[in-house]
């Protein structure tokens, strides 16, 4: 290879000094990190020089305004804990009839179109009971639980098991 001058160049040389350029790179690296520590080293010694100078100078001044300070939060502590408003408790008695059996609301049932087939099912759904555990205590199909069970859910507007159990209850069809 050879360039307009008519000097030959080899891969050889080309090569060296990539390799030559990586090195320099290299050490300009190190040199400036090593540069940077011993600034940082020149830096915290001096501060440590002029902190102990501090200290030693004003040390009646510093020792004072720390207990200005100890004293400045336990004095706003202790104010705001004698002055806090104590909490007034109202104790009112409010006559709740007695707990009688759970009787089911026949005619929310009829009014709803809630069979009593699908009444005990969803009884069962209240209970924590699986579909196939329903299936199980009635001597029916998992099929049919599922049936019945959506046919529950549309007449009393649910989506999920749970809010057909909360709806249950409001309109006093299981306990």
């Known amino acids: 290879m050879s360039n307009r001058d008519g000097l030959r160049i080899s891969w050889r040389a080309v090569r060296l000094t990539t390799k030559g350029e990586v090195g320099a790179r290299w050490r300009a690296v190190r ?3 090593i540069y940077g520590v011993c600034g940082g080293l020149l830096i915290a010694a001096l501060k440590l020089t002029e902190y102990r100078f501090l200290v030693v100078e004003h040390s009646v001044e ?3 305004g720390l207990i200005a300070a100890l004293f ?5 502590w202790l104010g705001l804990t004698l002055t806090r408003k104590k909490p007034e408790v109202i104790v009112r008695e409010i006559e709740v009839p007695a ?3 759970f009787v089911v609301d026949q005619a929310r049932a009829s009014k709803l179109g809630i ?3 699908e ?3 969803l009884g069962l759904i209240a209970a924590g ?3 196939r555990e329903i299936a199980g205590r009635l001597f029916v199909s998992e099929n049919t639980v599922k049936t ?4 529950v859910f549309e007449k009393l507007g649910a989506k999920r098991r749970t809010q057909a159990v909360q709806l249950g209850k409001d309109a006093r069809l299981i306990p």
Do not use: F, K, Q, V
């Open 148 to 151: 019945h069970s959506s046919r």
């Open 129 to 131: 009971l699986s579909n």
């Open 119 to 121: 009444l005990e099912i």
């Open 72 to 76: 400045a939060g336990l004095g706003i």
């Open 99 to 101: 707990g009688g059996p």
């Open 62 to 64: 510093i020792y004072g």
């Open 31 to 33: 040199d400036i990190l």
């Open 115 to 117: 069979t009593p087939r």
